[in-house]
């Protein structure tokens, strides 16, 4: 429901007004005179105000001069007296969308209003378009520093060099893949994506490079699948160093051979992977092979965290809720202040991916107006009283909440020799729990049915 705020004191024509937009579903406050006016407006926001240029103890100039100060987007619409053409001048000078003069059919005036919120609709559509740089990347900000990013990631698509994208968990460094591959001319092929954690270390390696089992093919890998086109190795950081050696080698020779095969197999594949780790002291403790950082890193993007770009932050809530409205049919107009104030300070550990689950369960607990700043639930970590904490090595340190979680499955996981209905016990979770978990984070082993090959029989 649209707020509208109307100025006028002449009891009449301001009665007359809130009764026209109260029948035709606007939530509409009065006022009087231009002092009460300026109160309403430091104290709250309106979707439009409506005011006569002449009011008792402050004039509507004063009026519109401070909802545009307290928001640039803010509609105004004056009314003024037959044949003040010099106030309509001025009132549109400092903003003023539109103005009417007195005497004036109701109709008209309702019009006007109609027409000021399908020109404000139409501005943000625009405006939106105008940040979303690359059609379906949803890649959308306003901050210098993603804009260089993109620029690099630009040029670097046009040449055959590896790529390594930095960044923390939720900064979108798998939409910087996606930007370079289909900006690339590999793009007429496929973009083969392998997330690093979510296979056992043995598993890992057939879906990386397939395999064979005398000498009849079980597998193709993914490095085999992205022939002419691109593969994109997220959170490289976690491959075993089995794995590291035999992918350096890959990536040099563009040749390799199944696990368990004997025959090279050549293709013409580019390598772009992303971490989140520091694969620099990793390589440093033994963990990461160095000649396979040096060759990953031919180009070294870094995407920075959502903290480090509040520029983005309510472009991106912004855009986030109107996908959010859009798919549960709920008619939302935005945040308050209180609201946009509360998603800028906030420092976002879990980057785009914690505002983007922020705003949709917002959409969910909002039901018409403004999103309020009470109605965002930031995520907090709280310890859960029932779950036992796995037993084994300790988690890396530095890792975000959704890394801990995902290394902690894995863990149990392998614990339990991948019996997913040992490792939920071990975590103290149900097996549902456990399995939802398992598709969320992509988790596969061989062992498991729905994953065993139709030629093994079983």
């Known amino acids: 429901m649209k707020r509208l705020f109307i100025v006028e004191d002449e009891k009449i024509l301001r009665e007359n007004l809130a009764e026209l937009f109260v029948q035709k579903g606007y939530a509409v406050e009065l006022a009087p005179q231009g002092r009460g006016a300026l109160a309403r407006i430091e104290e709250e926001r309106f979707d439009l105000v409506i005011a006569d240029v002449r009011l008792p103890k402050a004039s509507g100039l004063e009026v519109l001069r401070l909802a545009r100060m307290k928001d640039e987007g803010a509609l105004v619409l004056v009314m003024t007296a037959y044949g003040s053409v010099d106030s309509a001048v001025e009132a549109m000078r400092w903003g003023a969308y539109d103005y009417i003069q007195k005497p004036f059919e109701l109709e008209e005036l309702e019009m006007k209003v109609?027409?000021?919120?399908?020109?404000?609709?139409?501005s943000r559509v625009l405006e939106a378009l105008k940040t979303r740089e690359l059609d379906g990347a949803d890649i959308v900000f306003e901050s210098p520093r993603m804009r260089e990013v993109l620029a690099l990631a630009r040029r670097t698509a046009k040449t055959k060099a590896t790529v390594l994208i930095t960044g923390e968990t939720g900064t979108g460094k798998e939409k910087i893949a996606e930007v370079i591959h289909r900006e690339s001319w590999r793009s007429e092929h496929g973009l083969v994506k392998l997330n690093c954690t979510a296979f056992s270390p043995d598993a890992l390696?057939?879906?990386?490079?397939?395999?064979?089992?005398?000498?009849?093919?079980?597998?193709?890998?993914?490095?085999?699948?992205?022939?002419?086109?691109?593969?994109?190795?997220?959170?490289?950081?976690?491959?075993?160093?089995?794995?590291?050696?035999?992918?350096?080698?890959?990536?040099?020779?563009?040749?390799?051979?199944?696990?368990?095969?004997?025959?090279?197999?050549?293709?013409?594949?580019?390598?772009?992977?992303?971490?989140?780790?520091?694969?620099?002291?990793?390589?440093?403790?033994?963990?990461?092979?160095?000649?396979l950082l040096q060759r990953l890193s031919i180009v070294d993007i870094r995407v920075p965290p959502l903290r480090e770009r509040k520029e983005d932050i309510l472009t991106l809530a912004?855009?986030?809720?109107?996908?959010?409205?859009?798919?549960?049919?709920?008619?939302?107009?935005?945040?308050?202040?209180?609201?946009?104030?509360?998603?800028?300070?906030?420092?976002?550990?879990?980057?785009?991916?914690?505002?983007?689950?922020?705003?949709?369960?917002?959409?969910?607990?909002?039901?018409?107006?403004?999103?309020?700043?009470?109605?965002?639930?930031?995520?907090?970590?709280?310890?859960?009283?029932?779950?036992?904490?796995?037993?084994?090595?300790?988690?890396?340190?530095?890792?975000?909440?959704?890394?801990?979680?995902?290394?902690?499955?894995?863990?149990?996981?392998?614990?339990?020799?991948?019996?997913?209905?040992?490792?939920?016990?071990?975590?103290?979770?149900?097996?549902?729990?456990?399995?939802?978990?398992?598709?969320?984070?992509?988790?596969?082993?061989p062992r498991w049915r729905r994953y065993r090959s139709p030629e093994s029989g079983s």
């Not at 109609?114 to 139409?122: D, H, I, L, S, V």
Request: some cysteine.
């Open 114 to 122: 109609m027409r000021a919120f399908e020109r404000q609709r139409e």
């Open 318 to 445: 912004r855009m986030f809720l109107e996908r959010y409205c859009r798919e549960m049919h709920r008619p939302l107009d935005g945040f308050t202040q209180d609201a946009e104030r509360l998603l800028v300070e906030h420092s976002w550990p879990g980057n785009v991916r914690e505002l983007n689950t922020a705003i949709e369960r917002s959409v969910l607990m909002a039901d018409r107006g403004r999103i309020s700043a009470d109605q965002i639930s930031l995520f907090e970590v709280r310890p859960r009283a029932h779950a036992r904490r796995p037993m084994g090595e300790p988690l890396p340190a530095g890792m975000e909440l959704e890394e801990l979680e995902r290394e902690a499955i894995r863990q149990a996981l392998e614990r339990a020799n991948w019996v997913q209905r040992k490792a939920a016990e071990s975590l103290g979770v149900s097996s549902r729990v456990m399995n939802y978990k398992i598709r969320k984070y992509n988790f596969r082993n």
């Open 205 to 291: 390696e057939g879906e990386l490079f397939g395999t064979e089992t005398g000498g009849r093919l079980r597998k193709v890998g993914r490095f085999e699948l992205a022939d002419e086109g691109t593969l994109f190795l997220d959170e490289i950081g976690h491959l075993p160093a089995p794995s590291q050696t035999r992918l350096l080698r890959a990536i040099q020779d563009q040749e390799f051979e199944r696990i368990g095969g004997s025959k090279a197999i050549k293709v013409d594949v580019r390598v772009v992977a992303s971490t989140n780790r520091n694969l620099e002291e990793a390589a440093g403790s033994g963990e990461f092979q160095r000649e």
